[in-house]
T-cell receptor, first 116, second 112 residues
Framework: DAGITQSPRHKVTETGTPVTLRCHQT?????MYWYRQDPGHGLRLIHY???????DKGEVSDGYSVSRSKTEDFLLTLESATSSQTSVYFC???????????????FGPGTRLLVL | QKEVEQDPGPLSVPEGAIVSLNCTYS??????FMWYRQYSRKGPELLMY????GNKEDGRFTAQVDKSSKYISLFIRDSQPSDSATYLC????????????FGQGTELSVKP
């Protein structure tokens, strides 16, 4: 494991409610990413962060926001959950403290989210 | 058209077979190529990493990159039931904050 944890691991929620997923890393990696994985689509990037308070959008960012106030934590928020956001969400990290960046990414165990 | 195309399978082979998994891509700027293995209900784990064209071998696994054809392959020799998983290819141009583009994954089943 690359020292990545995600919480919660499973969540069931109702349409219209806000949901926050947490990614925590223990290895001081600079880059952090949020993906969603759906059948037929593989992994798609939602948002990523290249440092504290530095974030950018990915391929499927609509309906999602992120925050990174500390190096070790990257939060993904669904402002108002919809059924189309039912998915498995993975956090990933890359880049060691000495690197400007790294092309290899290491993934957390995932969060299964069901929006009813 | 997707930037990265991967046959989703499923692919079923007998134990001991040689497995070939493939991806094609359209972006000639891609320079970094990876293969991830994902067991059911787990996160993807990095299996192979290759920079630019060429071959890389690690035990029973060989990764090949042919940039002229925009084609990458992963070969698994002497396949084992424990190799049963979904295999995802991923690639990056190397100048976009480490962002990876993934194929949709190939589901492999190795039968004893």
């Amino acid at each position: 494991d690359a020292g990545i944890t995600q919480s919660p691991r499973h969540k069931v929620t109702e349409t219209g409610t806000p949901v926050t997923l947490r990614c925590h890393q223990t290895e001081n990696h600079r880059y952090m990413y949020w993906y969603r994985q759906d059948p037929g689509h593989g992994l798609r990037l939602i948002h990523y962060s290249y440092g504290v308070k530095d974030t950018d959008k990915g391929e499927v960012s609509d309906g999602y926001s992120v925050s990174r106030s500390k190096t070790e934590d990257f939060l993904l928020t669904l402002e108002s959950a919809t059924s189309s956001q039912t998915s498995v969400y993975f956090c990933a990290i890359s880049g060691t403290p000495r690197d400007r960046g790294s092309e290899t990414q290491y993934f957390g165990p995932g969060t299964r989210l069901l929006v009813l | 058209q997707k930037e990265v195309e991967q046959d989703p399978g499923p692919l079923s082979v007998p134990e001991g077979a040689i497995v070939s998994l493939n991806c094609t891509y359209s972006n000639s700027a891609f320079q970094y190529f990876m293969w991830y293995r994902q067991y059911s209900r787990k996160g993807p784990e990095l299996l192979m990493y290759t920079y630019s064209s060429g071959n890389k071998e690690d035990g029973r696994f060989t990764a090949q990159v042919d940039k002229s054809s925009k084609y990458i392959s992963l070969f698994i020799r002497d396949s084992q039931p424990s190799d049963s998983a979904t295999y995802l290819c991923a690639m990056s141009a190397g100048n976009q904050g480490g962002k990876l583009i993934f194929g949709q994954g190939t589901e492999l089943s190795v039968k004893p």
